[in-house]
Structure formats: C-alpha cells, structure tokens
C-alpha cells in the first residue's frame, strides 16, 4: 500500500477556470461560476457527454466536497 497523496491533474484544474459554459441559462459563464443549483440539476438529470460533463461533473464533486481551494490559488493566475 502507498503512502502517496494523489495529486489533482492541474491541467483540468485550468481548464475550470477559463472553460465557458457553452448553452443554456448560463451560457458564457465560467464553469467555477456556476451555481451549485445548476450543478446538481445535472447531476440529477446527466451531465452532457464528453469534455463539458466531465468539467460539470468535476466542479460538482469540487464543490460537494469544499474543495474550492484547489482552484482559488490558480483563479490569481488565469484569471486576468
């Protein structure tokens, strides 16, 4: 058994922060900005296939867990 801490893959992390919500109520709003009511629409109702479910999906495990943390740092970078 290893004693590593896994590490979250930072590219999708980035990803999060600059990625715009392409449809629907929220369109053009940044995926880190989305409601959590929206989130968990989709998460009841199915998250989209492909990259953008898997950003929705993402962010809703981000934020079901308070682990907004991990993008906050890099929201300083990006974000300009």
Avoid at 10 to 21: A, G, Q, S
Avoid at 27 to 43: A, G, H, M, N, R
Wanted: charged share 30%; aromatic share 14%.
């Amino acid at each position: 058994m290893s004693d590593e801490i896994p590490q979250p893959n930072t590219e999708i992390l980035k990803e999060l922060i600059v990625y715009r919500m392409p449809f629907g109520k929220y369109k053009d709003w940044l995926i880190t900005d989305l409601p959590v009511s929206y989130l968990e629409w989709f998460e009841r109702e199915g998250f989209p296939a492909g990259k953008l479910g898997m950003l929705l999906s993402t962010m809703y495990e981000i934020r079901l867990n308070d682990l907004m943390f991990l993008i906050d740092g890099l929201k300083k970078i990006y974000r300009r």
